[in-house]
C-alpha cells in the first residue's frame, strides 16, 4: 500500500517525518518497505497482512496513526446535495447472480463537466503512482485510495436501456477492457452488463466502450460488494490484475459501500460541477449487524503475561472504532467496526489491546520450566549413518524432490505404481514426486560433469513418495539413503558394508540376483540384512549403470549408485551395544587357496569355510581371485583368503589349528568341488 | 741440523699443510695432499722427522716436543678436511633423495551438507531447551494442510494454484482440472497435497497426545514460488510448538531469546512485530539484535514468524483453549543458513555442485 504522506495529513494531525511514522507504524502492523520522496511529498511503501483490508485505504492507515499518536481522526463529510429527480427514474439496476455479487449501488449525477482534475489532486494521485485522466476518473481512482472501495463511473448515456445487469458472462463472450485489449470470457466470470453487452468485468475493470470522455454528460456511479473468490478467481483466468481487483480479493467494509459513493458524489460535484439524482439504487443484500464480542480482562494476562490495566484496554478498543456495549471490572463488550471483519472473538481482542499497548512491555526474560527432550532414536541411526559416508568421501547432496519424464520412469524400484504428478510443475518440468532418490542423485552428477569436476562421490537421505496403498491413508514416504560413486560395485558394496557394521557389528549383508533397467548386466545386486531374528531384510540395490542408462543421464564417466531402505537399517540398529567377553589367547592365521568351478561363488565357499572352523573360526577375509587356463584349467578359479582361528580356552597348537583346516578342506571339497591349490 | 732450522722447516710445513687440506675441493684431492704431508714413506712430516734425529745434545727434547705438536696439527687438520668433504658428500647423495614437502596421502572425506549442519545445530539447540523432533508426513490432507491450521476454505491460502495437488500418473488427463479446484481426486477419498508448512506436524501430535508438548518439527515444504536467489518453491522449515497451561507470550519472547542466544551467541535481543497467520493469534514477526563485529553497531534482522496457538487450532485437535494455551515459532532453515555462510543464492544449496558442498 502507497501512501501519500501530505494526503494523510489531511486526516489525521502528524509532526513526525514520513520515516518517522512508517517506522512507529511497523509496531503496530504495517511493515515498512521504505519512504521515497515525490516532489514536495512523501511515499510510504507499507506492507499490508491480508486479514487487514482497512488498511488498503488512505482512512484506514490514518486511523491507526490516529490511534498511535493519540491524535483525533477528522474525516470527509461525503454528505453530497441531492437533486429533486430520483434515481430509480434514471437508471435501472439488476443482480442476476447475487452469489458473485451481493450488493450493487448506482447513483447518477447529470450536467458534469468533464475536464482536467485539479493540481492538489493530480500531484497526490501522481505521488501514489496513478496518472491522471480526467476529473471524473480520477475522483473515482482517488476515492478508490481514501476508502478502499472500489468505483466505477459509467458514461450512462452510453448503457444501453439505462441498465446494469450483473450476471455471469456467456461463454465466449469477448469484451474490450479499458486498457484497450480485447478478453474472451466464461461462465465464471462475473459481469456488469448493459441491455446489450458486458460494460465492465466486475470488480476488476471497466469497459472501453462506456468509459467518461470530454463528452461525458452522465454519470452512473457504481458501488458494489463482489464475493472475494469469484475475484480472485476472474483476475487469475484473465490475467488482469488490477487496484480494484486487489481490494475485492479480500472482503471489504460493508459500510464502505455507501460512504465511498456518496464521497465520489460530494467531490465530482465540487470539481466537475453537474447535478446528483436524489437517492440511491440500492440492489441485494446488506450486511447483517455484528455480534458482539466479549474480553474478559484476564485474558490479557492469561496470554499475553502481562498485566494491561483494564482502563488502557477499553482505551485502545474505543479508540480502534469499537463501540461499547457494556463493560465492568471483568470485562468489556464491544461490537467491532463494519471495516474490522477480522475481528470476531475475544482472542482478536486480545491481539488489537497488545499490539497497540506494545509488544515491547513482554519481558524476553520469563522463567520457562525445564522440560527433559531426548533425541529421536530414528536422529541417532541417521546421524551415524551420515557419519560413515562422510568417513567413506562422499558428500552430502539435497535434490528436489519432483523430476521429470523421462527420468521418472528410469528406476522405480519400490513400486509398479505410476508417479504422484502435481497440479503445477515444482520447478520447470519436474512434475513427477519420486519414487527413487536415484535419478535426482544421477541429474546433480551430470551437474558436476558439466562443470569437469573430477571427483563426484555423492549420497542423499530423503524421502521418496509411492503411491498405491489403502485408499483413505495417506501414501508411503519411506526414507532413502541414495549414493552416486565413480567407484566400482565392490567399493560401493563395501561403503554399504560399512554402514551396516557400524550400526551393528554382528549383521550380515548378502548380495543377491536382481534386474532393474538402470544397471549393468550382471553388475548389480538386490543387498539383504541378516542379523539376529532378522533374515533376509531387503536393504536395497547396488549396481553399476549402464550404458544405455548413462546416455540418458547424459553422463559420461561411469558411476555407481545404491538406494537403501533406511527402515531396513534402523531395525539392525544397536544403540546401545552390549559388551561381548574376549579370549585372552593369541589368534592363529592362516591362507588358504582353492581352485573351485568358476560358477562357485566367494559368499558360498565362506560360508563353507567358516561352517566348517566352526567353533575356532574368528574372521575369514577375502584376499584375491586368480585365473588361468593353463595352471589352473578351463573354467575354473583360484579364491585366496586368510582364516583367521582362536579359542576362549587356550592357545591353539599347531596341530589344533591343522586339524581346524583339515575339517575345513574336507568340506570345501565335499561342498563346493573345491581342491586346495598345490 | 739446528732446532732453529727444525722449528722453521716444521711451521712451513705446518701452514701449508693446512692450506693445502683445507684447499682440497674433493677426496681426491684432499688424497693427493695427505700423500704429500703425511705420505708413510717419502711424505713431508716423514722427512721432518728424518730431520729431528739430527739434532743433538740439549735441545732434543725441545725439538721433539715441537715435531709431536706440528705432527698433531698437521693430523687435525686432515681430519677436518676430511669431514668437510665427507659432508659434502652426503648432501648430494646418487640415489633417490627423501622430499619432505610432498604432500600426505589424504583419505578423502566428504562433507554434510549445509543446510543439514544447521538443521543439527538448531534441533540441538532446541533439544537443550527441552523441545523434542517430532516429524511427519510431506503428502498431507487438506484437514492437517489447512483447515485444522485455522485455513478455511475461502482462503487465498488455499488456492489450488498456490498449492502443488497430487494425481496419480495415470489420471493426470483426466482429473487435472478435479485437482486444481481442490475437489476429490478420482483414486483416493480425499484430495492429497505437499504440505505448505511443518506446522502439520503440530496437528499431527497433538491429535495424539495431551498437552504438555514440547516440539519442533522440521523438513521440506512446498510453494509454488519462481525459484530465484532468496526462493525455491522446496525449501526447508523449522517449527517450534510448547502447549501446557499459562504460557504466555512473555514465555515465547523469552524462549526465542535463549534460543537466538545459543546460535548466534553473546546478548541478543527479541523484539516483536504485528503480523498474521491464521494458525496464531496474536501474530507477530520477530527480529533479534545482531551485533556487527566489524562497525560495533547493532541491527535488527528477522528471525521468523510466531504467536500464540489460535483456539481454532487448540479445539481442532480436542484441547480446551480456556484450560491450554501455548506458542508456535518457525523459520526457514535456507535463510538462516544462506546469512550464516554468506551464500547470496539460496538455489546453491539444491545444485551440488561438490566445490560448494567441499566447502562446508
Known sequence: MLVSFDWLKQYVAVELTAEQLAHRLMFVGLNDDGVTRHG?????????????????????????????????LTLP?????????????????????????????????????????PDWMVRRLATIGIGAINNVVDITNYVLMESGQPLHAFDLERLSGRQILVRRAWKGEKFVAINHKQYTLDESICVIADARRPVALGGVMGGAETEVTQDTKELLIESAEFAPHSIRASARTLGLHSDSSYRFER???????????RRCCELILDLAGGELAAGVIDIGRKAAERSPITLRFSQLKRILGIDVPAAEARQILLALGNRELRADAERVEVIPPTWRRDLDREIDLVEEVARVHGYDKIPEDAQVPMFPSHRTDDDRVLARIRQVLVAAGLDEAMTLSAVEEPWSSALSPWTREPPFVTNVPVLRRADRLRRSLLPSL?????????????????????????PGGKPGDLPEEPLMIGITSGGDFRAVKGIIEAVVAVLNPSAKVTGHPTRHGLF?????????LTCGDVRDLLLGFCGEVSSSALNLFELRGTTTVAELRFSALRAIASLVPQYVPLSVYPAVSRDLNFVVDEAVAWGDLARTVQDAAKPQAEGLTFV???????????????????????????????????AVLDRVVAAVKSNRGGELRK | MTLEALTVELDVLQIEAEKAFAGAADADALELARVEYLGAKSGRLRSAQKGLGAVQGPDKPAAGKRFNAAKQAVEAAFTAAQARIASLTAARPAGPMFDRTLPGIRPRVGHLHPLTQTIEELKDIMGRLGFTVASGPEIEDEWHNFEALNIPAAHPARDPLENFYLTTARHVGESLRDSQRGSESPDRGKPLLLRSQTSTVQIRVMETQQPPVRIISLGRVYRPDTADATHYPMFHQIEGLLVDRQVTMADLKSVLRLFASSFLGGDVHIRFRPSFFPFTEPSVEVDMSWHDTKTGAGRWIEMGGAGMVDPNVLRAVGYDPEVFSGFAFGLGVERVCARRHNVG?????YRNDVRFLEQF
Request: glycine share 6%.
Open chain 1, 624 to 658: 584375491d581371485v586368480y585365473r588361468d587356463d593353463e595352471r589352473l584349467g578351463k573354467g575354473k578359479k583360484s579364491l585366496l583368503m586368510t582364516l583367521t582361528l582362536r579359542s576362549p580356552e587356550g592357545t591353539l597348537t599347531g596341530e589344533q589349528a591343522d
Open chain 1, 77 to 117: 463529510k461525503a454528505r453530497p446535495h441531492e437533486g429533486q429527480v430520483p434515481a430509480e427514474e434514471l437508471a435501472k439496476v439488476a443482480i442476476e447472480c447475487p452469489e458473485l455479487c451481493p450488493r450493487y449501488t448506482a447513483r447518477v449525477i447529470r450536467d458534469v463537466n468533464v475536464g482536467p482534475s
Open chain 1, 520 to 528: 549393468a548386466e550382471p553388475r548389480s545386486c538386490e543387498l539383504r
Open chain 2, 345 to 349: 543464492d539460496i538455489r546453491e544449496f
Open chain 1, 442 to 466: 544421477l541429474g546433480a552428477r551430470r551437474t558436476n560433469e558439466t562443470l569437469a569436476n573430477p571427483v563426484i562421490e555423492l549420497f542423499e537421505i530423503a524421502k521418496v513418495y509411492l
Open chain 1, 40 to 72: 514536495d511529498d512523501d511515499c510510504l511503501n507499507l506492507e499490508v497482512t491480508s486479514n487487514r483490508s482497512d488498511w488498503l485505504g488512505m482512512i484506514g492507515i490514518a486511523r491507526e496513526a490516529a490511534v498511535l499518536l493519540g491524535r483525533p
Open chain 1, 251 to 261: 472482503a471489504l467494509d460493508p459500510a464502505g459501500v455507501d460512504w465511498a459513493s
